[in-house]
């Protein structure tokens, strides 16, 4: 079957313009997460979504950072007033559950910020 | 809250040789404990995992994994190398009551002919 799939795989804005990353997970999954993958941070959690519960934001660097996922199914992460440090891969995973089940990741989205 | 510390940043090999990628790790509850593989320009995509029972784990393309609770540590090998091979890995941990995944800096192998 499909597997995660994010939209654009890449984009290019300039500093101080916002953006909208997306991410289909695999159809069923009720749990979706945000990573990001950087050169200085490594790979870094940044939000979780399981089924109707409030998300956990406790990853998310500041502010700019915001995530919502529309009836269960898909997100978007919106960066408002991007900055240089923006600049990363943004990865999406999704699982059927949580913990010792695994996270099936997408191909990523790679921002660059100019 | 848990770490994890992978021991090598490069690790160069040739083709048909043995390669093993060390990974400690360190946290105060259980865990579970994964290796992931990112080839260039790719998500991750899981290698193997350990979650209970049997401490040496198999997992796709020839990959094994043996944990080691009194070292904490959860190395990876595999006994000959392909091209193919050449890649980005990651051991990664979760605490067993949490979800958020825990990576570690990664390794990157570099398969040679």
């Known amino acids: 079957g499909a597997g995660v799939s994010q939209s654009p795989s890449n984009k290019v804005t300039e500093k101080g313009k916002d953006v909208e990353l997306r991410c289909d997970p695999i159809?069923?999954?009720?749990?979706l997460y945000w990573y990001r993958q950087s050169l200085g941070q490594g790979l870094e959690f940044l939000i979780y979504?399981?089924?109707?519960?409030?998300?956990?934001k406790s990853g998310l660097p500041s502010d700019r950072f915001s995530a919502e996922r529309t009836g269960g199914s898909v997100s978007t992460l919106t960066i408002q007033r991007t900055q240089q440090e923006d600049s990363a891969v943004y990865l999406c995973?999704?699982?059927?559950?949580?913990?010792?089940?695994?996270?099936?990741f997408g191909p990523g989205t790679r921002l660059t910020v100019t | 809250a848990q770490s994890v510390t992978q021991l090598d940043s490069q690790v160069p090999v040739f083709e048909e040789a043995p390669v093993e990628l060390r990974c400690n790790y360190s946290?105060?509850?259980?865990?579970?404990l994964f290796w992931y593989v990112q080839y260039p320009n790719q998500g991750l995509q899981l290698l193997l995992k350990?979650?209970?029972?049997?401490?040496l784990v198999k997992g796709i393309n020839g990959f094994e994994a043996e944990f080691n609770k009194s070292q904490t540590s959860f190395h990876l090998r595999k006994p000959s190398v392909h091209i193919s091979d050449t890649a980005e890995y990651f051991c990664?941990?979760?605490?067993?009551?949490?979800?958020?995944?825990?990576f570690g800096a990664g390794t990157t192998v570099t398969v040679r002919a």
């Open positions: 995973a999704s699982s059927t559950g949580t913990g010792l089940y695994e996270q099936y």
């Open positions: 159809s069923g999954h009720t749990a």
């Open positions: 979504f399981q089924g109707n519960s409030a998300p956990d």
């Open positions: 946290s105060s509850v259980s865990v579970y």
């Open positions: 350990y979650l209970s029972g049997s401490t």
């Open positions: 990664a941990v979760v605490r067993s009551n949490d979800y958020k995944l825990s």
